[in-house]
């Protein structure tokens, strides 16, 4: 009789040469982050984080109570902080619209020239905070509120630009070229046959970038920018931590009330 060998194959989710690469992997991983942690705390002095819990506790029963008395003289700043963030949207929204038709490959009248340098002014617009281009801009045209403005402004652009023009490029080409083919003039298939698509995606966009410059509207009068920030900003200077209480409590009441606001407009716009 003839002897039949069975071999059995035991299956395996990696071979012996993944699993050494995984390894590898981890290995390297662990041994980046070590040689990162060092760099970071190479000049870090470890008595004063040791410390660290004791003068959180001990500035924590400062903050408390809050100074109500003080919340009256944050009615104007408030105001100030929404006028930024609103003005800076529309002034944002007015910039980014002619960049994100210039970056969309379907509107863009120069795919060589035009589209790369409106995808540049996106790109440069995002990569510079808020707080930096109100640092910048409070050097240039001095403190206030333009200030603050301009920097919404400019930092709105990247946002708005990127999100808008890849929704023009996602635009249903058929009900395009069904406007192209009745002869339609390109203002006239710009008008009919792209902006409508684009009309809820526009709306839901701005309104998304208003509640962002309402909390980053809150922070840049600590270079300068106005609004509630340079409240904020005085009281650190001073130690006054029952007003910072009520600054940052009403800081925080705001940008909920900004979420609230943003999530209905856009859940009725959508």
Not at 134 to 139: G, P, R, S, T
Not at 249 to 254: F, G
Request: charged fraction near 10%; include cysteine.
């Amino acid at each position: 009789m003839t002897e039949i060998t069975h071999y059995s194959q035991v299956w395996s989710y990696r071979t012996s040469r993944g699993r050494l690469a995984l390894w590898g992997g981890w290995l390297a991983l662990v041994a980046l982050f070590v040689w990162c942690w060092q760099i970071m705390t190479r000049d870090t002095i470890w008595f004063f984080v040791a410390d660290a819990p004791t003068q959180a506790a001990d500035i924590g029963s400062r903050m408390v109570p809050p100074r109500w008395s003080y919340l009256p003289e944050l009615m104007q700043p408030l105001w100030d902080t929404i006028n930024i963030a609103t003005l800076g949207t529309i002034g944002g929204v007015i910039m980014a619209v002619p960049v994100a038709f210039l970056a969309a490959r379907n509107t863009t009248p120069s795919a060589l020239i035009l589209r790369p340098i409106a995808l540049f002014i996106i790109v440069a617009s995002r990569s510079i905070n808020s707080l930096i281009w109100a640092l910048l801009l409070v050097a240039i045209i001095g403190p206030g509120l333009l200030a603050g403005i301009v920097a919404i402004a400019l930092r709105s652009i990247g946002f708005i630009g990127k999100l808008l023009y890849e929704a023009i490029e996602e635009t249903d080409a058929t009900q395009i070229e069904a406007i192209e083919a009745t002869g339609a003039s390109g203002a006239q298939v710009l008008s009919y046959g792209i902006v409508p698509q684009i009309m809820p995606a526009f709306w839901g966009i701005t309104v998304f970038r208003w509640d962002i410059n309402i909390r980053e509207s809150t922070i840049l009068g600590l270079v300068g920018a106005g609004g509630i920030g340079l409240k904020l900003q005085a009281s650190l200077n001073t130690l006054a931590w029952s007003q910072v209480t009520v600054i940052l409590l009403l800081i925080l009441a705001t940008v909920v009330l900004s979420e609230w606001v943003s999530a209905r407009m856009r859940h009725a716009i959508i």
